[in-house]
């Protein structure tokens, strides 16, 4: 009989995986053909990630590994051995919407609510690297999620909402500081 390699698993064996999922360490098990997507929802519980196409089309799985949006369908459960993960959870770790939760909220951006974790997530990641986006920059980031239900114009509103209060925000620290200081 021929012995597996510590790399290689057998039909049906299942591989202990350990990673930091929305900043706590979890640890969970699953074969080498687990999807991202199942890894999280079954093993993890974090059922916040949404499963629709499960080909990488609709964007309703999208997590953040590394912090890097990330269609969770389209990865091995194996591959974030050792990672960071995380899911819409994240974004309200004490039950408390952030910010751009609640600007979706304002904008009544959702409506079922199905396609509504992945792009929370999407535009999470992308509000990080682009934070004063246009209106047809949010909509081509959009066009990588499909919603059956908003019309995606009440999305985009939040997330140019979002973005503008942020920026205020910090243009408003930012002079803060430079106040001078009186005697
Ligand atoms: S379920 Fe992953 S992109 Fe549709
Ligand atoms: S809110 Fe229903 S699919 Fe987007």
């Not at 949404?50 to 194996?78: F, W, Y």
């Not at 209060?165 to 803060?176: D, I, V």
């Amino acid at each position: 009989m021929s012995k597996t390699s510590s790399t290689t698993l057998a039909r049906g064996e299942r591989r202990r995986i350990t990673v930091t999922l929305n900043g706590r360490e979890r640890t969970g098990y699953c074969e080498s053909r687990d999807l991202l997507s199942d890894f999280v929802r079954h093993e993890l519980g974090a059922t916040g990630t949404h499963v629709g196409c499960e080909h990488g089309v609709c964007g309703a799985c999208t997590v953040q590994v590394d912090g890097v949006a990330a269609r969770s369908c389209l990865m091995l459960a194996v591959q974030v051995e050792g990672r960071r993960v995380d899911t819409v959870e994240g974004l309200a770790p004490d039950q408390t919407l952030g910010d751009l939760q609640r600007a979706f909220q304002r904008h009544h951006a959702l409506q079922c609510g199905f396609c509504t974790a992945g792009i929370l997530m999407s535009c999470a990641d992308y509000l990080k690297r682009v934070p004063d986006p246009t209106e047809t920059q949010v909509r081509e980031m959009l066009s990588g999620h499909l919603c059956r239900c908003t019309g995606y114009t009440p999305i985009v509103a939040a997330v140019l909402d979002v973005a503008a209060l942020r920026n205020e925000n910090n243009k408003n620290n930012e002079s803060s500081k430079k106040e001078p200081e009186h005697a």
